[in-house]
């Protein structure tokens, strides 16, 4: 009876050890996503920083206009709005919370600041991150 209780426990300890290093890369491969749309962002490469988000007729983005549906629409709107480095600056996040919603999803909740020679915006974000076919998507995005 002792082995099996032993047993169970390392089998347990284990299974614990594992998803907590899974979990820490989910959110290191998260981080990295916005890291890499800070940079395109920054360059006024919209395109660039919408590889950050699912290629899908489903994606929601909710702003100061509302809710838009679609990566082409998200695109559009964005390229409307900043259509030069002046107007998309400098982007930087902020980043209070990654916490797990289910298997392959999390969310993220921070603070975005942008530094622009039109006047610098700041607001707050949550977005909603998936892993779709081996990468991590934005699927979801409420920005203010």
């Known amino acids: 009876m002792k082995h099996l209780i032993f047993i169970l426990s390392v089998v347990l300890f284990t299974s614990c050890a594992v998803q907590k290093t899974s979990m820490q890369q989910d959110k290191t491969a998260i981080l990295k996503v916005m890291k890499d749309q800070e940079k395109a962002w920054s360059q006024n490469d919209l395109q660039g920083f919408m590889q950050g988000y699912w290629k899908s007729d489903s994606l929601k983005f909710y702003g100061s206009r509302g ?44 603070r975005y600041i942008l530094k622009r020679k039109v006047g610098d915006a700041n607001g707050n974000f949550m ?5 779709i076919d081996g990468e991590w998507k934005i699927v979801a995005d409420m920005s203010s």
């Open 67 to 110: 809710l838009t549906k679609g990566w082409q629409q998200t695109l559009e709107n964005y390229k409307k709005g900043y259509p030069t480095k002046d107007y998309s600056g400098t982007l930087n996040f902020e980043v209070d919370d990654i916490s797990q919603i289910e298997n392959n999803s999390y969310w993220v909740m921070g």
């Open 127 to 131: 977005i909603i991150f998936k892993k």
